[in-house]
């Protein structure tokens, strides 16, 4: 049973235009919550996180907003650029599993020019 | 600084070999960790060690998988004798102390024939 799920495999977005990523997650037990991005032969790397005592997080062009009631969080990537071409995963932890992380299965974001 | 380090990038045997995976993490990180992607899914885990030492293995598939950090530096995966299922690729990644966010190494994708 999937405690992360991205329920969308696939986002195409005009460049210039703001993509939104969603997440959900089943476990109420998780406190934070990170994105990361892949490149085809690569590994993931991190994009930006959230503590679940916040409800926005920003970094530039990134801005994470969590949901706790509705347990569910979004990556807003704007002004998207054809380099954010990539598969996002939305991953999940507790204090208590330090770096145990439950990833979903990702949803790959084509940003067309 | 080196970021995390994986060998060999593609290993193609078949069923009934071993095959050993290779991951030297980030220099000074205690926390090592394994994940594996099959195709298509979500990025599991499978576990964690503290230094040297297993603090928690509960993502293991069966015991054909062993995996050992001698030492408290680098880290093998060994797969005996590997099946078909096993086939993915085979994410480390290491993280601080205390620290939420891992760094990945590129993975080391594992074709079982």
């Known amino acids: 049973d999937q405690q992360v799920k991205q329920n969308s495999p696939s986002l195409s977005v005009q460049e210039g235009r703001i993509s939104i990523l969603n997440c959900d997650y089943t476990n109420s037990m998780f406190d934070y919550f990170l994105w990361y991005k892949k490149y085809p032969a690569e590994g993931p790397t991190f994009l930006i996180s959230?503590?679940?005592?916040?409800d926005k997080n920003e970094d530039g062009r990134f801005t994470v907003f969590l949901n706790k009631s509705a347990k569910h969080l979004s990556l807003h990537i704007v002004p998207s650029q054809p380099g954010d071409s990539a598969v996002y995963f939305c991953?999940?932890?507790?204090?208590?599993?330090?770096?145990?992380?439950?990833f979903g299965k990702g949803t790959k974001l084509s940003v067309k020019p | 600084e080196a970021g995390v380090t994986q060998f060999p990038s593609h290993s193609v045997i078949e069923k009934g070999q071993t095959v050993t995976l290779r991951c030297d993490p980030i220099s000074g990180h205690d926390n090592l960790y394994w994940y594996r992607r099959v195709m298509g899914k979500e990025i599991k885990f499978l576990l964690h060690?503290?230094?040297?030492?297993?603090?928690?293995e509960s993502g293991m598939p069966n015991n054909r998988f062993l995996a050992e950090r001698t030492g408290g530096t680098y880290s093998t995966l060994k797969v005996q004798p590997a099946e078909l299922e096993d086939s993915g690729v085979y994410f480390c990644?290491?993280?601080?102390?205390?620290?939420?966010?891992?760094?990945f190494g590129a993975g080391s994708r594992l074709t079982v024939l």
């Open positions: 990644a290491s993280s601080n102390t205390g620290a939420n966010v891992l760094t």
């Open positions: 991953a999940a932890s507790n204090g208590g599993s330090q770096g145990n992380l439950i």
């Open positions: 959230i503590s679940s005592i916040k």
């Open positions: 060690f503290v230094k040297e030492s297993k603090q928690d």
